[in-house]
Every structure is written in structure tokens, then in C-alpha cells.
């Protein structure tokens, strides 16, 4: 269990999905500006896409499940967010954490998630029509857009820097550190 953790991205990687799940639940934000996108792309990139998809999935799961608002969409949104995750270190695999290329993928993973979530789970679970669920989403992702594309050209690149492949922030690195000052304390 502890080396499927530190796969993951150890500690990091929880911190991170935590704060995107608190970030969301704040009041009097703009509407879809959320960490997700920004936040799954940087750790798909460095631990790969087992990473990328229960970061995803989580971020959703339990975003739902601290908002009380579980429903048959949550399973939804999770698996489809999961599965962006997921590619995006098929995406990045052969690319560089640059700016451009976190925007590229935030692009076309903001897209695809509005289309598969935003034009199906309304009218399957709402009795919505098509065309209502169509019109509604235009906006909504135009929106939902700009908040990712700014995130991903700027919280993303320093995501990646400063937390996904930061050696002193490892979760191994961090509990030998712990122990040996505990040692030190002892021998002291």
C-alpha cells in the first residue's frame, strides 16, 4: 500500500487534491473555475496514468461527497474526469511541462468532458432534451474553457515544478527526514 501511495505521488498528491476539493467549495467564485484540469495534468505527466485517473475521479467523488450532492452523475463525472487523468500522460508522455502544451490538453480535456458529461447525464438522468442540454452547455463551456486555460498556463507549469517533481517533497524523503530527527532528539 505504501508503494502504490508514493506511485501515486505520496503526500503531494493528497494535499493537492484536497486544497482542489476545499477550492471548489468556496462561495462567490466565478462560476467553473476549478483546479481540476490544472491540478491532474502535472501528476499525470510525472507518475503516469493510474495516477491521472483516480486523481481525476477523486477530485469529482469526492468533491460530491463533501457537497452532499451524490448522485448517479457523481459515478459520471468521476469516470469520464478519471479518464482525462488518465490520458493525459499518454498525452505528455513524449512533451515537455511547458505552458502551451498544459493549455493544448486543457483545451481538448475541457472540451471532451463537457461534451460526454454535459450532453448525456441531463438528458438521461433530468428527462432534459438534447437541444436544451446543447444550449445550455454552450456557455458553460466557454466559461468552464477560460478558467482552465488560465489555470493551465499558470497554476499548472508550477504545479509540476514546485510540487510533482520536487525531490524534497517525496513522501519517503520526508518520513526519513521525520525519523531522523527523531533519532536526533533521542540521542540528544
Given at each position: 500500500m505504501k508503494k502504490i501511495f508514493q506511485k501515486l505521488g505520496g503526500l503531494k498528491y493528497i494535499i493537492v487534491l484536497?486544497?482542489?476539493?476545499l477550492l471548489r467549495l468556496l462561495p462567490f467564485k466565478a462560476p467553473n473555475l476549478?483546479?481540476?484540469m490544472a491540478s491532474v495534468m502535472p501528476f499525470a505527466k510525472k507518475n503516469g496514468y493510474v495516477s491521472g485517473f483516480i486523481f481525476?475521479?477523486?477530485s469529482m467523488v469526492l468533491f460530491d461527497l463533501v457537497d452532499s450532492e451524490v448522485g448517479p452523475w457523481t459515478w459520471g463525472t468521476g469516470i469520464v474526469y478519471g479518464l482525462i487523468g488518465a490520458f493525459a500522460y499518454s498525452f505528455f508522455k513524449n512533451k515537455s511541462p511547458r505552458p502551451i502544451n498544459f493549455l493544448t490538453y486543457s483545451i481538448m480535456g475541457t472540451l471532451l468532458y463537457d461534451a460526454l458529461t454535459g450532453l448525456t447525464l441531463g438528458p438521461i438522468f433530468f428527462n432534459q432534451t438534447f437541444m436544451s442540454a446543447l444550449m445550455g452547455q454552450i456557455p458553460f463551456t466557454a466559461i468552464h474553457l477560460l478558467g482552465n486555460s488560465v489555470l493551465a498556463l499558470s497554476l499548472s507549469p508550477l504545479l509540476?515544478?514546485?510540487l510533482a517533481t520536487n525531490p524534497k517533497l517525496e513522501t519517503k524523503i520526508l518520513i526519513s527526514q521525520t525519523n531522523?530527527?527523531?533519532t536526533q532528539k533521542i540521542v540528544s
Amino acid at each position: 500500500m505504501k508503494k502504490i501511495f508514493q506511485k501515486l505521488g505520496g503526500l503531494k498528491y493528497i494535499i493537492v487534491l484536497v486544497a482542489g476539493v476545499l477550492l471548489r467549495l468556496l462561495p462567490f467564485k466565478a462560476p467553473n473555475l476549478e483546479p481540476v484540469m490544472a491540478s491532474v495534468m502535472p501528476f499525470a505527466k510525472k507518475n503516469g496514468y493510474v495516477s491521472g485517473f483516480i486523481f481525476g475521479f477523486l477530485s469529482m467523488v469526492l468533491f460530491d461527497l463533501v457537497d452532499s450532492e451524490v448522485g448517479p452523475w457523481t459515478w459520471g463525472t468521476g469516470i469520464v474526469y478519471g479518464l482525462i487523468g488518465a490520458f493525459a500522460y499518454s498525452f505528455f508522455k513524449n512533451k515537455s511541462p511547458r505552458p502551451i502544451n498544459f493549455l493544448t490538453y486543457s483545451i481538448m480535456g475541457t472540451l471532451l468532458y463537457d461534451a460526454l458529461t454535459g450532453l448525456t447525464l441531463g438528458p438521461i438522468f433530468f428527462n432534459q432534451t438534447f437541444m436544451s442540454a446543447l444550449m445550455g452547455q454552450i456557455p458553460f463551456t466557454a466559461i468552464h474553457l477560460l478558467g482552465n486555460s488560465v489555470l493551465a498556463l499558470s497554476l499548472s507549469p508550477l504545479l509540476y515544478r514546485w510540487l510533482a517533481t520536487n525531490p524534497k517533497l517525496e513522501t519517503k524523503i520526508l518520513i526519513s527526514q521525520t525519523n531522523q530527527s527523531q533519532t536526533q532528539k533521542i540521542v540528544s
